[in-house]
């Protein structure tokens, strides 16, 4: 591989201008070839971040065959994976994908399979686990044993129906807060405690005056355990505005851990009453990409912290929610 790393991509919208503001535009070895998006103008928008550079697309295949990248950033809305991702495996290239990788198993489950086939180099907008607080309380859980968490993302909803809020109340487009964004808390529950093996969910609904077109859940409760014994409770909520924020609270045998707000600033207590305080890094979109687009240059993973499989393995334990939401059973994990 040429010293550059030539990227494209497919879907253009809010978080790609996150990631290009945090750091990616600013990558001396990585070249924008072409941005692809349903909507022309905001793949011009992109394009305009980063001076002009890469052409526009409406359709993935034209542009991978035409611009020929070393790697592809697809950044699309829940509902609209599988075909992308099927022309980006068919040509054999590593990807990044954002969260959630599908709104369904079975999309999941066959993008997995082709990732496998070819052995390819795939990172996971999972960016929380790249935080010194996530990673010191890694550190800390190996010498003890997880017991309890609980923690979630809640929030007031959308004020106004419009950009992402358009498909992010729609159950059928986005999966539900759950799926969509607490998904991150569902990634990190895995990281710090092991595989889940059963999901038992409750939704909450009817609490505001809604329009038709709004079909997810008001908030969900979701109980999971853990193939070692621990249990978690992860909440979602676009319905209490007072009071919101986005949090984790842990105990394990010999510690509790508090993680605030988006950046999971972390204050862990341990036995003997030593306090550890670390805040949250601001820029954190900017270390995940740095790993992917090292690894793509050295054909190999290097410091990618979660793959297609942990994004896989997150939208299990998501689907098996919504699963319990309508059905009322506990869904054993099976993959
Ligand atoms: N990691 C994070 O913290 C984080 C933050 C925000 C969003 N996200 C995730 O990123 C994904 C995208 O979110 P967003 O905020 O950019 O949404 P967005 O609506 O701003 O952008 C999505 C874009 O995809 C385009 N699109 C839809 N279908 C397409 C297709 N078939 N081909 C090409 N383009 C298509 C839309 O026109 C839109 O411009 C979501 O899954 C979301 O959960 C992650």
Redesign the pocket.
Known sequence: MANNVNIAF???????QSHLDQGLKEFEDVKFVGW????ER?AQARRQQVDGQGRIYTD?GKMLDETKPDAVYI????F?HGP?EDEVIKRKLPFFI???VAIDLDTARRIAEGVEKYNLITSV?F?TRYRKSVQRVRELLKKQKPVIMHGGWLGGGPVEYE??WK?WVQKDKSGGQFL?QTI?TIDLARYLFGEVTRVYAVAVKERRQRPDFFTIEDASMVQLSFANGAAANLYSSCTTPIGAGILLHIWATEMKVEFTGWEHSVRIQLSGGEEISIPGEPNIFAQEDRAFIDSVKAGKNKGILSTYEDGLKATAIACAANESMNSGETIKINL
């Not at 497919?10 to 790609?16: E, F, T």
């Open positions: 497919i879907g253009s919208g809010g978080i790609v692809c998006d349903l909507n905001t993935a950044m699309l809305p829940p609209a992308a954002e969260k959630p907008g960016m950009g992402i498909w969509e991150h």
